[in-house]
């Protein structure tokens, strides 16, 4: 299946992997409709793809249908928006739970719904969210983080089982530690980003076009018998637990 012509809506496209997909993709030949709920980092993305932007909370579902309502086709949509605030277990309000839930939970459902009409309108239309190794290994000290990932593996597979009939399919892609603008803080902390390196079987964390590039294959007919799958593209980091147990031994 050819991608010329073909349209990709997606979401945090403003900056880190986000912008790494909306890059790849138009790449591939989509035309790009860079979504993010701040317009001027939307805007750039936009500009350096030759795409499209929007202004857009993925919360708001009156404001997703609006944004619909202003395409003609849609054939790829990719659920990246997310937030991962640090927030412990004992402390953390449920306002701040709440919101986690809702940007990275309810946000690829209203985008799902509202893009609804259009990807089953699309031939061959697909449907990537971006979950995170967290929806396997908890991430201690980021409260919502980890069950809302695991709520985008399990909406995943009930959308892929859901929207099936309407020929979309719906995978998802789960990033180990990734170089963003979101994860600078800890990245940037030369000896803590050793010891994370040296815990990952590939030996470094990922920068975003490592997991930007996993997207084409869940967009594409080479793609066509499946659906409702997780790929963990992460290094190893998931299958790993020998080194953590090492790390641990070696520090006594
Ligand atoms: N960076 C990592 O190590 C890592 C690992 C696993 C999974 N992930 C997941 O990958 C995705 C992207 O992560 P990143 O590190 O590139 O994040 P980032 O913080 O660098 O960028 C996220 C983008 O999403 C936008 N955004 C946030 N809330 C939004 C909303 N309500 N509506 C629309 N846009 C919104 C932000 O403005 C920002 O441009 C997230 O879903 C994250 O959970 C990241």
Do not use: W
Request: glycine fraction near 8%.
């Amino acid at each position: 299946m050819t991608t010329h012509g073909r349209t990709a809506v997606v979401t945090g496209a403003g900056r880190g992997i986000g912008a790494a997909i909306a890059r790849r993709l138009a790449s591939d030949g989509f035309h790009v409709v860079a979504v993010d709920l701040d317009g001027e980092l939307a805007e750039q993305t936009a500009q350096a793809v030759a795409g499209t932007s929007a202004q857009l909370d993925v919360t708001d579902k009156d404001a997703a249908v609006a944004f619909a309502s202003t395409l003609f086709r849609v054939d790829a949509l990719v659920n990246n928006a997310g937030i991962f605030p640090p927030a412990p277990i004992a402390d953390v309000d449920p306002a701040q739970f709440r919101k986690v839930m809702d940007v990275n939970v309810l946000g690829p459902l209203i985008m799902t719904q509202a893009l609804l009409p259009l990807l089953t309108e699309a031939a061959g239309a697909a449907i990537v969210n971006i979950a995170s190794i967290a929806a396997k290994l908890v991430t201690p000290g980021t409260a919502a983080y980890s069950p809302s990932k695991s709520a985008v593996v399990s909406l995943t597979k009930l959308c892929a089982v859901e929207l099936a009939n309407r020929g979309i399919r719906v995978n998802a892609i789960a990033p180990g530690g990734v170089r963003t603008e979101g994860t600078a803080t800890v990245s940037t902390d030369v000896e803590r980003e050793a010891r994370f390196n040296a815990l990952v079987p590939a030996g470094r964390r990922a920068a975003p076009d490592d997991i930007a590039d996993a997207v084409p294959f869940f967009l594409s007919s080479d793609s066509r018998y499946v659906t409702g799958q997780v790929l963990y593209v992460d290094g190893g980091l998931s299958e790993a637990t020998i080194n953590y147990l090492r790390a641990a031994q070696s520090a006594h």
